[in-house]
């Protein structure tokens, strides 16, 4: 099984921080972009922030300055700490990653994009 898998979110203040962790596990070769998407009740899934194997980032205006993407390329993990945070910042969190897996058949090597299963982050005014 290759699969990504969440955790941190939570209720918290407005002001206050939640650090979301999304690890890769499975037969994975590589995994290229990742990134952190947010479906706010009612909208559209949007992308909040993405990091590249080589550590380059980029993020959603609504977001810049107050998170902070990484990874940790060893381990096939990847992070996101949400500081100052804000009631409009609420919503369903899934992480997102492009992979190459080992298949038993060939080609050997195929990609896959994989999906979190969703972390609810709830901010309170």
């Known amino acids: 099984q290759v699969q990504l898998v969440e955790s941190g979110g939570g209720l918290v203040q407005a002001g206050g921080s939640l650090r979301l962790s999304c690890a890769a596990s499975?037969?994975?070769?590589?995994?290229?972009?990742m990134g952190w998407y947010r479906q706010a009740p009612g909208k559209q899934r949007d992308l909040v922030a993405f990091?590249?194997?080589?550590?380059?980032?980029n993020y959603a205006d609504s977001v810049k300055g107050r998170f902070t993407i990484s990874r940790d390329n060893a381990k096939n993990t990847m992070w996101l700490q949400m500081n100052s945070l804000k009631p409009e910042d609420t919503g369903v969190y899934f992480c997102n990653a492009q992979t190459v897996y080992r298949s038993d058949t060939y080609p050997r090597y195929r990609p896959l994009e994989l999906w979190g299963q969703g972390t609810l982050v709830t901010v309170s005014s």
């Open positions: 499975g037969s994975i070769f590589s995994i290229g972009d």
């Open positions: 990091i590249t194997p080589g550590g380059s980032t």
